[in-house]
């Protein structure tokens, strides 16, 4: 989800669980100023009610599975993960979502703490669920408030993460979860993220993975597999919805979705190129303005890298992260990692 444009303070009262960094008209003034130029970012998919509604159903479904299969494999290790994360961290989680996996973790830093210090039920773990959707940031709160954490939900960018910093407690551990860090360009993100956290913040993350191939009949299976898991009706329709929202016909475009190489300083990676092709002459109406298109027009949308674990690890390493601990599914195609800041 990537941003554009500067973000806005707006510090709400300590009573509020939630500070907006971002002015509640900067979607649908964003998807205006985008589609002018034939882009739709994937972000401006996750906005609003619509679009978190339509996130939620597409997670949901049976036809994409990445994010489920990644809060199992964590709830499956979170025990082995929590051993190397001291019990004094905030929690701060980046897209957040519905804020299921972040429970996760919550639970048993909790648990880990009163452990270690039976005294400490009264001091509470801090708790911050970051996104650009306010609805997602609500449901994250909701989703643990039978837990003794004290939260504070905060609706911005992750390019924005100088100006997010200032609201959170050191020391944290920062997480993005659900595959989310695959849909940003490695070195930035990383980057990014290095500038940004203090020595003795931990980062972690998960990733769908390209399995390691051999042979060609494996690279066919993987491209495969992913196509199969990105182009599914129910994903196309995601993918499409904010133009079915503001007036265009069904039949006026189409999505595609291709896997391509691309270059990197570690080597060729693969990533997918999703676009929506105008078939016929249309147009749509974003607030009060008219955005129209043409017969063979072109608009370009987001991507999801899908790394092998190995090229996962040595992007880590040329941006100054150390790995702390590591978790690979059997199948290879789900990782786990913990890093922190290479001293």
């Known amino acids: 989800m990537n941003s554009t444009g500067k973000a806005r303070l707006e510090q709400a009262p300590e009573k509020e669980e939630k500070i907006i960094t971002i002015s509640e008209k ?9 589609l ?13 009610v619509e679009g978190a509604n339509n ?19 964590l709830e499956e290790n979170v025990v082995s993960i929590i051993r190397f994360i001291p019990a004094c961290m905030s929690l701060v989680s980046v897209e957040v979502g519905s804020g299921e996996k972040e429970r996760v973790l919550l639970k048993e830093l909790i648990k880990k703490k009163l452990a270690e210090n039976p005294a400490s039920e ?12 306010s609805q997602f940031v609500d449901a994250a709160l909701e989703k643990v408030k039978d837990l003794p954490v004290e939260k504070k939900g905060i609706v911005g960018f992750i390019e924005d993460m ?19 860090f695959c849909n940003y360009e490695p070195e930035f993100i990383l980057q990014l993220i290095h500038e940004n956290l203090e020595q003795g913040d931990l980062f972690f993350f998960d990733a769908n993975l390209l399995p390691a191939q051999g042979s060609d009949e494996e690279t066919q299976s993987a491209t495969k597999s992913i196509l199969g898991t990105y182009a599914s009706r129910k994903n196309a329709l995601f993918n ?16 595609e979705l291709l896997l391509a190489h691309v270059d990197s300083r570690i080597g060729a990676l693969y990533r997918t190129q999703k676009s929506l092709n105008i078939l016929k002459d249309s147009e749509i109406r974003v607030g009060e303005e008219t955005i129209c ?23 880590l390493d040329i941006c100054g992260f150390e790995v702390l601990k590591a978790l690979l599914s059997e199948d290879g195609t789900n990782a786990m990692i913990l890093a922190n800041k290479r001293i």
Not at 36 to 48: I, Q, S, V
Not at 162 to 180: E, Q, S, Y
Not at 293 to 313: A, C, H, P, S, W
């Open 55 to 73: 996130w939620l159903k597409l997670e949901g479904s049976g036809t994409c599975p990445v994010a489920r299969q990644l809060k199992i494999m």
């Open 26 to 34: 900067d979607p649908e003034e964003r998807l205006y100023e985008s």
């Open 162 to 180: 100088p100006l997010l910093k200032k609201h959170w407690h050191l020391p944290v551990l920062f997480c993005i979860l659900g595959n989310t």
């Open 36 to 48: 002018k130029n034939h882009e739709l970012p994937d972000y401006l998919l996750y906005t609003g």
């Open 293 to 315: 298109f043409r017969e063979g027009d072109v608009i370009r949308m987001g991507f999801t890298y899908k790394y092998t674990y190995n090229q996962v690890l040595a992007f």
């Open 122 to 133: 009264k001091v509470s773990t801090r708790y911050y669920p970051v996104d650009i959707n």
């Open 240 to 255: 499409m919805y904010p133009l079915l929202q503001y007036g265009m016909a069904p039949n006026d475009f189409d999505f």
